[in-house]
């Protein structure tokens, strides 16, 4: 249905940059110490001025915070620390008159225990909320299976007064919600319409994939009635108005994208995928098992995501969110090259289709952290180092996954100044901040062109610009480099040529192999000097109209 693809390919998220807020580590404006809406609501020029069009907000509803916000308690009102439902309604109508929209979070695979639905289906068997929930008969201390949780532990919870345990997949305070229940489903269609009504410009939606489990079966993932729920939800809700969803979908392959993502618009916008993000572990083991990036793997990744999805789905991109280590220590090099890596990085990953997304501070090259063991505020990380200590590994090798995965390198506070606390809060801050505050901050990278900050801002200008970088296909080039990540996007009338070195040593660059009339768009070196050398991370993307 060509007319129906044409629509598609118009929607604005194509074009569109989003950028993820952490609100907690964003901005404090009352002093506790804590981010908060307010605070965000301040910091709206800063993000106008970089360009972005659409703000991810990680979850502020209300909550007990055991999981800083993904155990939502109530979906329809913000947590105290965060502020009102008032400031919430001011944050969306200060952001459009910006043109810029609100994403929220939606956790809808589990809920806090302290929700009321919850606090109801642990009153009796027989209560209407029971069902909202998954449940098992059993005896203490005969679990009904072997299944484990993300953050440690049995995925099972024992609850006395029953004589029943109930299924969690993240911790025993976030039990998931049972997705078999039609009541269940009704009630989150209109919590989201109402949001709607409220005017977010759409959803990210927490683990996704994750909804239709069948626990009996070891099914967390894609379970069988996946997507016939996402079709309902996406019918019910997102498609009565002019939205964007992304779901969070750590099993997603280049087929099951296709379905999330098929461009007739039944389920979602586009999934976030993890394959190129999860290279650099151990194969078949936990994230903290480390392992060197395969780089023509990762090269291969890339490609295939692109070329699968063309026409038939639709990418996001991004090298960081609150979950993951800091880009720019992680593959890039957070010391000599800091500056030129993280801009290699942003031009490398700015090219490609799909909608990039820029987690807080990646703009300004913030890097990761070492912090001793009692600083880290990460329940995940907190499991991670009792449960590998009783498993008999070493303390630096616990410390040593943790300094490059743990969750908490993303978290710490934006770093606005080099002032007290990084300019981000007049109070102390929940979490240490990054002492390279004094060095990697906001205030002047704003002011100045050259910066990483300059750098984003200038890509997501040339996105609004050149649309062949929405549109164009996307081929691989010199596909066995080792060293080189170069590639070429065309559309009917222009070709778009990124050409990165991933690594800090100088290398020769077949750049002849590419033909001429080539115009600079950016690079991340003051000038080109030699166009046959590449520098340590040298970047850089060219533009030309076709023969
Ligand atoms: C997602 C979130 C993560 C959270 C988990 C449970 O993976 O991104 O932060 O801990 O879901 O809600
Ligand atoms: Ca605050």
Not at 35 to 45: A, T
Not at 192 to 208: M, P, Q, T, Y
Not at 254 to 271: F, G, H, I, Q, R
Request: aromatic share 14%.
């Amino acid at each position: 249905m060509p007319e129906k693809e044409t629509k598609q390919e118009k929607k604005w998220w194509k074009s569109a940059v989003i950028y993820q807020i952490y609100p907690r580590s964003f901005s404090d404006s009352n002093g506790d110490g804590i981010g908060d809406l307010k605070g965000i609501i301040e910091k709206l020029d800063y993000l106008k001025y970089l360009g972005i069009n659409a703000i991810w907000l990680s979850p502020v509803c209300r909550s007990p915070q055991d999981d800083n916000g993904y155990d939502i308690s109530d979906y329809q009102d913000i947590d105290p620390i965060f502020g009102n439902l008032t400031d919430m309604e001011e944050l969306i109508a200060e952001a459009k008159k910006r043109q810029i929209r609100i994403i929220m979070d939606l956790v809808l695979n589990h809920s806090s225990d302290e929700h009321n639905w919850f606090k109801e289906a642990k009153k009796s068997k027989e209560n209407p909320y029971h069902d909202y929930y998954i449940w098992r008969d059993g005896t203490k201390d005969v679990l009904p299976n072997e299944m484990r949780a993300a953050f440690g532990g049995s995925a099972w919870e024992w609850v006395p007064e029953l004589e029943q345990y109930y299924f969690h997949q993240f911790s025993v305070k976030q039990p998931d919600l049972n997705w078999e229940n039609p009541k269940l489903r009704k009630e989150i269609y209109t919590m989201i319409n109402w949001w709607i009504e409220k005017g977010v410009g759409g959803f990210r939606l927490d683990v996704i994939d994750q909804i239709a489990k069948e626990p009996d079966r070891f099914i967390t993932s894609n379970g069988p009635r996946l997507h016939e729920f996402l079709k309902e939800l996406s019918k019910e809700t997102f498609q009565k108005a002019d939205l964007v969803t992304v779901g969070e979908a750590w099993s997603a392959t280049t087929e099951l994208a296709k379905l999330y993502s098929n461009p007739d618009n039944s389920e979602l916008s586009m999934v976030f995928q993890f394959e190129h993000i999860c290279l650099d572990q151990e194969e078949g083991k936990e994230k903290w098992d480390l392992a060197p990036l395969p780089f023509l793997k990762l090269k291969e990744v890339f490609s295939r995501w692109q070329r699968e999805l063309y026409k038939k789905g639709w990418n996001s991109l991004f090298w960081n969110n609150h979950d993951l280590p800091r880009i720019v220590s992680r593959w890039g090099n957070d010391t000599t090259y800091r500056i030129e890596s993280a801009k290699m990085l942003a031009i490398l990953l700015h090219g490609m289709q799909g909608t990039p997304y820029i987690y807080q501070g990646e703009e300004l090259g913030m890097t990761n952290i070492r912090y001793s063991i009692e600083e880290y505020r990460d329940i995940e990380t907190q499991n991670l180092y009792q449960e590998r200590l009783e498993k008999g590994y070493k303390k630096e090798e616990i410390m040593q996954s943790i300094y490059a995965k743990s969750r908490d390198n993303a978290r710490t506070p934006m770093q606005w100044t080099n002032q007290k606390n990084a300019g981000f809060t007049d109070g102390t801050p929940w979490i240490k901040i990054n002492p390279n505050y004094q060095e990697i901050y906001a205030e002047n990278q704003v002011k100045d062109p050259e910066s990483i900050f300059g750098c984003y801002k200038k890509l997501i200008q040339l996105r609004k610009e050149y649309p062949v970088l929405v549109d164009g296909e996307f081929e691989m080039l010199w596909k066995k480099d080792e060293h080189i990540f170069a590639y070429l996007r065309r559309n009917k009338e222009t070709e778009i040529v990124v050409i990165c070195n991933f690594f800090d040593q100088t290398i020769s660059c077949k750049i002849e192999e590419v033909g001429d009339s080539l115009k600079l768009l950016i690079c991340n070196y003051k000038e080109i000097q030699q166009p046959f050398t590449l520098r340590p991370y040298e970047a850089r993307m060219y533009w030309r109209k076709r023969q």
